[in-house]
């Protein structure tokens, strides 16, 4: 069992919906929840951070957090084409590292 | 204020070579974790250094080994290429081992012919 799961997609979805991606951990103890964004050809770049159960929001950006359940999610409303790109879980574990997940490809059909 | 800079971007190399790649970590961060990201696939964790000294390792060879400079930049080396080494090598810097200000360089693409 990978430590980080994600769908790898690619998830399309029309200009102006909702795109709603998930991520598993396995980690119980896993402290920090992330959300990175990696256009093609370029590096991660941090969107969200999460640490307590429950929403998070910032602008478009929705993150969700049910630790019981071991889920993390990303939800971004209005959706627009510029948003296209890999979309990246990671978690910080108990053992003080940052795990990443395969991530999910998303393409934002105008 | 100077992102995390890596060098070179780009690099080729033969099987059984041997290639260095430095690291320049964000101005205030003092420690420094590779990953390497073969195509299509997550960031895989590699290690991390804080304070000189390797502090995390994740399931690599030891062909993969590393260093860290007193002003926090730092090298990862890679012994005896193999084919299965070409990818996108990442750097990230934080502060005091915070995950929460994993800042990324732009990465080394390696590729091994």
């Known amino acids: 069992q990978k430590e980080v799961e994600q769908n790898s997609g690619p998830l399309s979805v029309p200009e102006g919906a909702i795109a709603s991606l998930n991520c598993t951990y396995s980690d119980r103890g896993s402290q920090s929840f992330f959300w990175y964004r990696q256009y093609s050809g370029k590096s991660p770049e941090l969107i969200m951070f999460?640490?307590?159960?429950g929403d998070k929001e910032d602008g478009r950006f929705t993150a969700q957090l049910n630790k019981a359940s071991q889920y993390v999610s990303l939800l971004i409303r209005d959706s627009q084409p510029s948003d296209s790109a890999t979309y990246l879980c990671a978690v910080w574990n108990q053992g003080g590292k940052l795990i990443f997940g395969q991530g999910t490809e998303l393409s934002v059909k105008p | 204020d100077a992102g995390v800079t890596q060098s070179p971007t780009h690099l080729i190399k033969t099987r059984g070579q041997q290639v260095t790649l430095r690291c320049s970590p964000k101005?205030?961060?003092?420690?420094v974790s590779w990953y390497q990201q073969a195509l299509g696939q997550g960031p895989q964790f590699i290690f991390q250094?804080?304070?000189?000294?390797?502090?995390q390792r994740g399931n690599f060879p030891d062909r993969f080994s590393g260093h860290q400079f007193p002003n926090y930049s730092s090298e990862l080396n890679v012994n005896a290429l193999l084919l299965g080494d070409s990818a996108l090598y990442l750097c990230?810097?934080?502060?005091?081992?915070?995950?929460?200000?994993?800042?990324f360089g732009s990465g080394t693409r390696l590729t091994v012919v």
């Open positions: 250094y804080y304070e000189e000294e390797e502090r």
């Open positions: 990230a810097s934080s502060f005091k081992d915070r995950g929460s200000g994993y800042t």
């Open positions: 999460i640490y307590s159960n």
């Open positions: 101005s205030g961060h003092d420690t």
